[in-house]
């Protein structure tokens, strides 16, 4: 069977953490897919700066160059299937995708979420504002979420989760960093398990196989 060629799609001035975690876990062996290309739709990406040193494809795609979010899509659509990619890693892309992008990669969108999906996602909710809500809800735990993404923000189904703990003395920037580092582990064994062909998509349930014996 083919490796699996993933892609990787960022956004806003990203500092491309997950994106690099994919390639550590690739470069120790650990991913069982290549990555191929990272695209941004900010030139400033931090995560273009890291798919360059370690000699990805790099490509900056400006939203502005593009009359509605569906065009950019399509081009974005576009661009990863001439590439042959099979996943399609969200690693803090803020947009809005639309049904252009997600029809043509069924269930082969995956994003990368800073809490316990359906908790404290949908609009407005990314980045630093996600772990500034969870400390100001009192909430006792929130994790991390990797979930196939579908036509509603935050929404699709969930591949994995990893419950982190909010200490009594936490802030945003102390949760933040915990979560972070949970997020790297947990992006690359989704990304490992789905290039194995062992997330079962069945509605909104992600069915996990076991390892071929
Ligand atoms: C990550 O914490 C990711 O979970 C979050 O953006 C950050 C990107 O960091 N994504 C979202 O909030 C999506 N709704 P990174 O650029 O260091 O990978």
Redesign the pocket.
């Known amino acids: 069977m083919a490796r699996l060629r993933v892609g990787v799609l960022?956004s806003g001035k990203?500092?491309?953490?997950?994106?690099q975690a994919l390639i550590d876990a690739r470069e120790r062996g650990e991913l069982g897919a290549d990555l191929v290309l990272v695209v941004s739709t900010s030139a400033e990406a931090?995560?273009l700066e890291r798919a360059r040193k370690h000699s990805l494809e790099a490509l900056f795609v400006d939203p502005k160059q593009f009359a509605t979010a569906e065009e950019l899509d399509l081009a974005l659509a576009q661009t990863m299937e001439q590439r042959q990619v099979g996943l399609i890693c969200?690693?803090?892309?803020?947009r809005m995708l639309t049904a252009t992008l997600i029809r043509r990669f069924p269930n082969r969108i995956m994003?990368?979420?800073?809490a316990l999906l359906p908790a404290f996602?949908g609009k407005g909710?990314?980045?630093h504002h996600?772990h500034e809500a969870v400390i100001a809800s009192g909430a006792k735990y929130t994790g991390?979420t990797v979930h196939f993404a579908d036509e509603e923000y935050?929404h699709g189904p969930i591949a994995l989760q990893k419950v982190v703990e909010v200490l009594p003395d936490d802030d945003a920037d102390s949760l933040?960093a915990r979560?972070?580092r949970e997020?790297h582990k947990l992006y690359a064994r989704a990304v490992h398990l789905f290039a194995e062909g062992r997330l079962q998509v069945e509605d909104r349930r992600v069915r996990i196989l076991p390892s071929a014996p």
């Open positions: 960022v990203g500092r491309g953490t997950n994106l931090g995560a969200l690693a803090g892309y803020m994003n990368i979420h800073p996602g909710m990314y980045g996600v991390v935050d933040a979560v972070l997020e």
